[in-house]
Antibody
Framework: EVQLVESGGGLVKPGGSLRLSCAAS????????MNWVRQAPGKGLEWVSSISSSSSYIYYADSVKGRFTISRDNAKNSLYLQMNSLRAEDTAVYYC????????????????WGQGTMVTVSS | QSALTQPASVSGSPGQSITISCTGT?????????VSWYQQHPGKAPKLMIYEVSKRPSGVSNRFSGSKSGNTASLTISGLQAEDEADYYC????????????FGGGTKLTVL
């Protein structure tokens, strides 16, 4: 079964750090670009970051640039998001998602999503 | 980073057809045939319904169709069913040097 499972969410104070993980199974993880997409409570979807299949191309939304770092380990079929200097506005469910079209870059055509992990930034 | 513009809500009766619009700019929707549409039920992850403007992933009903004209993309759902009630989001590639991927604000579809 093709699957993505996120973990690592939780409650963190403003200015703190958190590392999210996404475990992939059921497909050749190393062949696809991967993404993080978040959704604040009651709000819409926001693309956060993408990483190409070989980690050669990495992109970030302006809202997280300089604070978040995306990475992957193809040997472990895993995607990561290191989040530093967290703010209240980073509070959201974070989804990892597979790009169905691109191996390099991202197209927005995300065909596989995880169940999401909740990140709450609050004092 | 500007979101694509969608109506906040649309509604229709079972069996009817509805269309959800998604307006962007010449830098995103208007420049690339990389518009996707997602369906999201409460508490669930989004599901890809349309990609590359009008293509349907395997398993998605042919009641769902997509199109684009200029800077505006559209999702049409024909033969509305109760289970179609959900939030729908459009998404567009916006270029590798700018915003990369932008989403619409979402449209709540109510089946009356």
């Amino acid at each position: 079964e093709v699957q993505l499972v996120e973990s690592g969410g939780g409650l963190v104070k403003p200015g703190g750090s958190l590392r999210l993980s996404c475990a992939a199974s059921g497909f050749t993880f190393s062949s696809y670009s991967m993404n993080w997409v978040r959704q604040a409570p009651g709000k819409g979807l926001e693309w956060v970051s993408s990483i190409s299949s070989s980690s050669s191309y990495i992109y970030y939304a302006d809202s997280v640039k300089g604070r978040f770092t995306i990475s992957r380990d193809n040997a472990k079929n895993s995607l990561y998001l290191q989040m530093n200097s967290l703010r209240a506005e980073d509070t959201a469910v974070y989804y990892c998602a597979r790009d169905s079209i691109a191996a390099a870059g991202t197209t927005g055509a995300f065909d596989i999503w995880g169940q999401g992990t909740m990140v709450t930034v609050s004092s | 980073q500007s979101a694509l513009t969608q109506p906040a809500s649309v509604s229709g009766s079972p069996g009817q057809s509805i269309t959800i619009s998604c307006t962007g700019t010449s830098s995103d929707v208007g420049s690339y045939n990389l518009v996707s549409w997602y369906q999201q039920h409460p508490g669930k992850a989004p599901k890809l319904m349309i990609y590359e403007v009008s293509k349907r992933p395997s398993g998605v009903s042919n009641r769902f169709s997509g199109s684009k004209s200029g800077n505006t993309a559209s999702l049409t759902i024909s033969g509305l069913q109760a289970e179609d009630e959900a939030d729908y989001y459009c998404c567009s590639y916006a270029g590798s040097s700018t915003f990369h991927v932008v989403f619409g604000g979402g449209t709540k579809l109510t089946v009356l």
